[in-house]
């Protein structure tokens, strides 16, 4: 009859038309048009949805069938009601789907700023310090290990001052990609501060920290940064050290493991820069 009726309401329809011999419709176009073979149907919001017809060689409906109309107009109505109500839910569904996707698209943005330095896209270091002491007390229940590296810059401050901040942010961008490329996804990238970066390596001991750093040096010196005309060399110190059980049961926190990472960092640029060198407990 219509795409309005659910197909068991028109199943019900065809074993009355059976039942009775009549023909019935369901006229959506005159709506208003009611008489003795036709009743409006009307929905529970008092919506008029169109107009069920009875077609038969009796000018009068007989008693007996009547009441059965007027009950079919009902039910009819009533189902459409929740059909439309139905879509209309699913309409309001799919739009709160699609303002929750928008939604939390807009705080994974909100996330990468608050996280990330917005110049190298790095974690900065609150983030790093925070997955720090989660990794501390995973490394400590679990017995697995894991490495921080600090590295910094050599001579950075000499760009600046000979070709401007423009070029030292120039370099810091792709220092950032060289330890983005030496390193897992998995790892945790941080700029530290300035020409400072820390690096927390999961699950990997101290020979795996070391190589990972060497290959950190080894790319940085052999980096050309092309800034305009200039090609920038610079080349990189690096402090390793190691969660381990001499780290553990020293009773040192995050920030004094990093302390003495960072003193390792310090012990390379004296030996004479461009070099890697271990927390002591670890050499």
């Known amino acids: 009859m219509t795409q309005l009726i659910d197909p068991k309401v028109e199943e019900f329809l065809e074993?009355?038309?059976?039942?009775?011999?009549?023909?019935?419709?369901?006229?959506?176009?005159?709506?208003?048009?009611?008489?003795?073979?036709?009743?409006?149907?009307?929905?529970?919001?008092?919506?008029?949805?169109?107009?069920?017809?009875v077609f038969c060689e009796e000018e009068v409906i007989a008693?007996?069938?009547?009441?059965?109309?007027?009950?079919?107009?009902?039910l009819i109505g009533h189902q459409i009601g929740l059909r439309q109500l139905n879509l209309t839910l699913e309409s309001r569904f799919r739009l709160l789907d699609a303002q929750n996707a928008e939604l939390a698209a807009i705080n994974r943005a909100l996330s990468d700023i608050a996280y990330r330095d917005p110049l190298t896209n790095l974690y900065r270091r609150w983030y790093l310090m925070e997955q720090f002491r989660?990794?501390?007390?995973?490394?400590?229940?679990?017995?697995?290990?894991?490495?921080?590296?600090?590295?910094?810059?050599?001579?950075?401050?000499?760009v600046n001052d000979t070709h401007g901040h423009a070029a030292g942010d120039f370099v810091l961008?792709?220092?950032?990609?060289?330890l983005q490329q030496s390193c897992r996804t998995s790892d945790v990238l941080s700029r530290f501060g300035g020409d400072e970066f820390c690096v927390l390596l999961t699950d990997t001991p101290i020979k795996g920290a070391t190589d990972v750093a060497e290959r950190i040096r080894a790319r940085t010196e052999g980096e050309q940064f092309?800034?305009?005309?200039?090609?920038?060399r610079l080349?990189?110190?690096?402090?390793?050290?190691?969660?381990?059980?001499?780290?553990?049961?020293?009773?040192?926190?995050?920030?004094?493991?990093?302390?003495?990472?960072?003193?390792?960092?310090?012990?390379?640029?004296?030996?004479?820069?461009?070099?890697v060198q271990l927390v002591r407990a670890d050499a």
């Open 15 to 53: 074993s009355i038309k059976k039942m009775t011999g009549h023909g019935i419709a369901f006229d959506t176009v005159n709506k208003s048009a009611v008489g003795p073979k036709a009743w409006e149907v009307r929905g529970e919001d008092d919506e008029v949805y169109g107009t069920l017809r």
């Open 63 to 74: 008693p007996k069938f009547e009441g059965l109309y007027l009950q079919l107009s009902h």
């Open 134 to 158: 989660l990794e501390v007390t995973r490394a400590a229940r679990y017995n697995r290990p894991f490495s921080i590296l600090m590295i910094d810059l050599d001579h950075f401050k000499a």
């Open 173 to 178: 961008q792709g220092f950032s990609q060289i």
């Open 226 to 232: 092309a800034y305009q005309d200039a090609r920038l």
């Open 235 to 275: 080349t990189s110190s690096v402090g390793v050290g190691s969660y381990a059980s001499n780290i553990a049961t020293r009773g040192l926190t995050p920030e004094t493991i990093l302390e003495e990472i960072d003193q390792s960092m310090y012990r390379a640029k004296r030996s004479g820069r461009n070099a």
